[in-house]
């Protein structure tokens, strides 16, 4: 065949980086697939769409459609929480001779508790009624209630592990540790064990058995934090010195993250001349843990270690493992955050908690949203967090815990809260976004149904989102056009306009604000002229509305936010 008359296959849509990375998807979504094809000369073209799951021998294929410009476009929906491979072939319908694309691009199908889901963080040690005794886990078996009642559908505990002694943090994070001082949890290992051994305190594996089932029987799902670091009483300082950063006088140089300082932390050299061995090691951990019924992880950091060990720690672990969960917490620089999202992090972090303004949020959204971000990167919008105390939560009392609340549980479909938001803890140490009395260094007693906690406002948020399938899809938001700098309205609906629910925030936990809502009627097949229902969630009360702009007026005293449902 001369040159000339070759069929040409590019602009794939998605494709990440070349194909060097998996596209995120989850199954039972249908997933979408575009490319430019054309040839020279007037030859009517034929292309097929081919995938299979990757260990599969045998391909499927659906025809492309030719949908404008020489773009070509075709859809399968996975079926199988797995990983799956696909490409594309043409032919010249004169011939029906095939071209096949150059490559095989690979999908990572994921559970949907990956893309839908809200996260509770909580110290087990502070699950207790004693002051400075550690709670143990079968102490914290009746928290898993009071967690499930408020729609929560995992619980994520920071590292359960032995906490070493030396320089061991006191409270508020002080340099001197009083005698009773429990530690950073963060601070791994001990004599009693390290990654694969759990506090004495906290009751052993029996008891750590019996918090997961009691989860389980929840239908919640408990994840673990993965730190890939060290006290200096870890068993690997003394079996692995090699694994370690070491001074020019031979000892072991500590954490570091100006202008913060971890005296207690050694971290891990993931460049020794060791590297396959640690590397091994690391993964063990995580299959370990994997056979003791933890599916879901939270990793400590990520971007403070070699980033390709990411994508080969991900991928190992899930082609064995297809459901296991991944969450990066990288607060770092945007780049590196997007290329561990790439690496394979099923969810991440994102820079959610300081965007408070309308124009902040819905500039940075729209990048996660409407940018090529959407098919790698899946923003779990976190509250807060033990290391994260906004400004705006310490100063805007509890109308600023509602405000982020709505925003973080209906801008996305992912989102977590650290325990203590209920109770609206708002106390800061100093200037800073640490916690007075951060339970990082100590253990807490709470009445978790002290005055003026906001529990039954969490429940009802949680609940709507989980009785209406718009809010469960993370793709699908668009913004709706107001004037008042301070209300911010947005959308989501599903594809077949089953669900269709508008969101208004008032974002000033101040004083209250009102304005006019405009709404893209007719893409909901609703005519100008027509009346139309909107039920506020939130309160039950429903509102007849006519015509795209509508009046609303919030008061964040009374209620800061409108969620409302379309029910015609």
């Not at 994921?110 to 550690?134: M, N, V």
């Not at 050299?269 to 061995?277: K, L, Q, R, S, Y």
């Not at 702009?549 to 029910?567: E, G, Q």
Request: net charge negative; with cysteine.
């Amino acid at each position: 065949m001369n040159k000339y008359k070759e069929i040409i296959i590019e602009n794939i849509s998605p494709c990440i980086n070349e194909g060097h990375f998996a596209v995120k998807s989850r199954m039972g979504e249908v997933f979408v697939v575009e490319a430019d094809i054309f040839k020279g000369g007037h030859d009517l073209l034929g292309a097929a769409l081919l995938f299979k799951v990757k260990n599969s021998p045998t391909w499927n294929q659906v025809p492309m459609r030719l949908i404008e410009n020489d773009r070509w476009q075709a859809s399968f929906t996975p079926t199988e929480n797995a990983r799956y491979l696909y490409t594309i072939e043409a032919w010249s319908e004169a011939d029906k001779k095939r071209v096949r694309c150059h490559q095989e691009l690979e999908l990572m199908a994921d559970r949907p508790l990956a893309e839908f889901s809200a996260w509770y963080e909580l110290f087990p040690r502070s699950q207790g009624h004693l002051p400075g005794r550690s709670a143990s886990f079968r102490e914290c078996i009746p928290r898993l209630l009071d967690i499930k009642h408020m729609g929560f559908d995992i619980v994520y505990l920071p590292p359960i592990h032995p906490i070493g002694t030396t320089k061991r943090k006191g409270p508020g994070n002080t340099l001197e540790a009083p005698e009773n001082s429990p530690g950073s949890p963060w601070a791994i290992g001990s004599p009693e064990g390290g990654h694969k051994a759990i506090h004495p305190e906290l009751g052993g594996f029996d008891g750590f058995n019996d918090f997961v089932k009691a989860a389980k029987d929840l239908k919640l799902e408990v994840a673990l934090d993965l730190a890939f670091q060290c006290s200096p009483d870890h068993p690997y300082v003394k079996e692995h010195p090699e694994w370690f950063f070491h001074r020019p006088d031979g000892t072991i140089h500590y954490a570091e993250n100006p202008p913060k300082k971890y005296e207690d932390i050694y971290p891990l050299n993931f460049d020794t001349e060791d590297w396959i061995n640690l590397w091994e090691e690391l993964k063990s951990i995580v299959i370990f843990w994997i056979e003791k019924g933890i599916h879901v992880f939270r990793v400590d950091n990520p971007h403070s270690k070699v980033l390709p060990f990411w994508k080969w720690l991900i991928d190992s672990v899930q082609k064995d493992h297809p459901e296991v969960i991944f969450l990066s917490e990288a607060f770092t620089r945007p780049k590196i955050m997007k290329f561990l999202a790439k690496s394979g992090f099923t969810q991440s972090y994102t820079y959610f908690t300081w965007r408070n303004s309308k124009i902040e949020l819905r500039s940075y959204v729209e990048e996660l949203i409407n940018t090529d971000a959407r098919y790698y990167f899946r923003g779990n919008f976190f509250a807060n967090t033990p290391d994260i105390l906004s400004e705006y939560l310490q100063q805007g009392g509890k109308p600023a815990f509602k405000i982020r609340l709505v925003l973080a549980a209906t801008l996305s479909s992912m989102y977590g809260i650290y325990s203590g938001f209920e109770l609206c803890e708002n106390q800061a140490q100093g200037h800073s976004e640490e916690y007075l009395g951060s339970e990082k260094y100590e253990i807490k007693i709470r009445d978790w149904n002290q005055a003026g906690n906001i529990k039954e406002f969490i429940t009802t948020i949680n609940n709507i989102r989980r009785d209406h399938s718009a809010l469960q899809e993370y793709k699908n938001l668009e913004f709706y056009e107001t004037l008042n700098e301070h209300v911010l309205s947005y959308g989501k609906r599903t594809s077949d306009h089953s669900s269709i629910i508008v969101v208004v925030v008032n974002l000033d936990p101040h004083a209250a604000h009102e304005d006019l809502v405009n709404l893209p009627l007719a893409q909901w097949g609703i005519e100008p002229w027509h009346t139309y229902q909107m039920q506020d969630l939130l309160t039950g009360v429903t509102y007849q509305w006519k015509g795209p702009s509508n009046y609303v007026r919030l008061d964040p005293l009374i209620n800061p936010a409108h969620i409302f449902k379309l029910t015609r």
